[in-house]
């Protein structure tokens, strides 16, 4: 039997900004049992929880202070058995993320290890010692902003810290380390979790000499927040070991039943595609990864190919997982903006270029209303990166501020309190209950009922088709069903010459006659046939 994942469509909630049931403006746990029906009725197979643990949010949870609690904003331990039951009882499974390579540091372990170099978690974060001239011992870059390493007086050494300052990285060259990740993870899976959303997975080993990275060789890739893409990150991440740590970690969910991992890489372009492979190579390692490859601006044929192609070439027998939005980047109707006829017809677009591709879609909450990225002036920004660099960066926060559900409600429904980021009228205005019955909420319930009953979208090989741009075209085969899928991924009219028997399966602003294939800007067209067909530019 295929394991359920390998098809799924996986939504993400943003807990804070779901559903509200407490009325303090951060929605919770509660909130997401109450709302659970909207996912079940979407044809989701699973919902993936962002960060629910005990964290004094200084960067929104992924700064976790205790592995074993749930954070008081989002409810209880009760309220979190409760929301498995019922997404269980609706056929819904339930990941959750795992943030393992670094904590707060309001965590007890790193509260005692900063207090001595001799005590018992002395070695549980990567400490070292001060250069001859008092600077940090490598020349890595924190993703949000300055020296990854901070001055501890009261050790009289730096620590490693990847992202903030309050986020110290564990030490996983520390056998012991290792063994007490793996506790926290065995905890949450015996109270029914389904698996785990591994955060920054290629970030858990540092180069045990501390040696410091070289230029990067390529265009140098300066990231939003920071210098970080200005060196070749060979010594800081996706280190050898990290592969040995996903064995045991596949390992310990192995001794249950239809788990499932899936590791966020951070890494972009091609190297992600290769990481992406590396990781879910054979079946002792990530069920399956996805990187940022998908979440950036790029949007053209010969980029998306080389994604999917690359992962197939890369990892012939892995798995891998396709997303075009998430919480750390704008949302994919602004973000492709330029290249849209309009915001209805760039959503749909994506949806169906999404739900066609091989392999596990995630779907990012909103994005199935045709949610467009939030404006916000200074004052509302709550993300660290942001508030440090604005206005040069506008940060994360305009893809995270609430669900909408009712238009005219208080926060479009979504607290009766003062929301933690804003609910503007742009955003309202594509509540749930706007979503009729031509709706892009509807169109995303129709096509992934598609691609549920179809073998070929849903189980098929993906094979591409030569098209110059702005075309993309690959054909998937299943059983006795094929589609060839085409998509125009311009503003502008496409024709193509069509041999052989071909009829319209699915299409948004397609003609098809005798010998041609007609395409309206950002229009797509799912195309069934028995015989080979041919398709050439007109």
């Known amino acids: ?171 996983f060259h520390n056998p012991v380390v290792v063994d007490a990740i793996l506790d926290t993870c065995k905890f949450w899976l015996d109270r029914g979790l389904d698996g785990f959303r591994l955060d920054t997975v290629n970030y858990y080993f540092h180069d045990k000499k501390l040696r410091s990275n070289p230029p990067a060789q390529a265009k140098p890739q300066v990231m939003a927040t920071d210098l970080y893409g200005m060196q070749d990150n060979i010594y800081n991440k996706t280190r050898p070991e990290n592969l040995r740590f996903l064995e045991r970690l596949r390992a310990l969910t192995d001794q249950y039943d239809d788990i499932m991992m899936v590791g966020e890489v951070g890494e ?24 940022f490859a998908m979440l950036g601006p790029d949007f053209n044929a010969e980029h998306f190919q080389n994604c999917i192609d690359g992962f ?47 392999g596990t879609i995630g779907i990012y909450q909103g994005e199935e209303l045709g949610q467009t990225e939030t404006e916000l002036v200074f004052e509302e920004l709550t993300d660290p990166p942001a508030i440090r660099y604005w206005p040069a960066v506008k940060g994360r926060d305009g893809c995270r501020t609430p669900m909408v559900w009712e238009k005219d409600a208080p926060n479009a429904g979504f607290s009766t309190g003062t929301p933690w980021l804003p609910v503007k009228a742009p955003q309202a205005a594509k509540a749930v209950d706007q979503q009729g019955e031509n709706s892009i909420l509807a169109f995303y319930k129709d096509v992934i009922a598609r691609r549920k009953a179809s073998a070929a979208l849903s189980r098929g090989k993906t094979t591409f088709l030569t098209l110059p741009e702005p075309i993309l075209a690959f054909t998937r085969t299943a059983d006795s069903e094929t589609l060839t899928c085409v998509f125009n991924l311009s503003t502008t009219a496409q024709t193509l010459k069509l041999t052989g028997d071909a009829s319209l399966s699915f299409s948004n602003g397609a003609t098809l006659n005798d010998t041609q294939l007609t395409l309206n800007g950002n229009g797509f067209a799912y195309l069934a046939h028995a015989s080979e067909i041919t398709l050439k530019p007109a």
């Open 1 to 171: 039997m295929q394991e359920w994942w390998r098809s799924a469509v996986v939504y993400q909630v943003y807990p804070r900004s779901f559903q509200d049931d407490k009325g303090d403006g951060v929605g919770d746990l509660n909130g997401i049992t109450r709302r659970i029906d909207h996912i079940a009725d979407l044809g989701a197979d699973c919902i993936w929880l962002s960060p629910i643990f005990a964290s004094p949010q200084a960067d929104m949870g992924y700064d976790v202070s205790d592995y074993l609690a749930v954070d008081p904003l989002f409810g209880d331990l009760d309220a979190f058995d409760k929301l498995i039951k019922t997404a269980h009882d609706k056929g819904l499974k339930v990941i959750v993320d795992q943030v393992l390579s670094h904590t707060s540091d309001q965590h007890e372990w790193f509260k005692q290890s900063r207090l001595s170099r001799d005590n018992d978690k002395a070695d549980w974060y990567v400490w070292a010692d001060p250069l001859p001239d008092g600077s940090p011992p490598t020349n890595w870059h924190s993703h949000f902003g300055g020296p990854a390493w901070e001055f501890d007086p009261q050790r009289g050494q730096y620590y490693l810290h990847n992202f903030l300052a309050s986020q110290p990285d564990l030490n």
């Open 268 to 291: 972009m372009g091609h190297k992600s595609i290769q990481i992406m492979g590396d990781y879910t190579k054979g079946t002792s390692r990530l069920h399956m990864a996805y990187s």
């Open 312 to 358: 197939q070439r890369g990892a012939p027998d892995g798995h891998p997982y396709w997303s075009f939005s998430n919480h750390d980047v704008p949302r994919q109707v602004t973000r492709w903006a330029d290249y849209a006829v309009s915001e209805d017809a760039i959503a749909r677009l994506a949806c169906a270029m999404l739900m066609a591709f091989e």
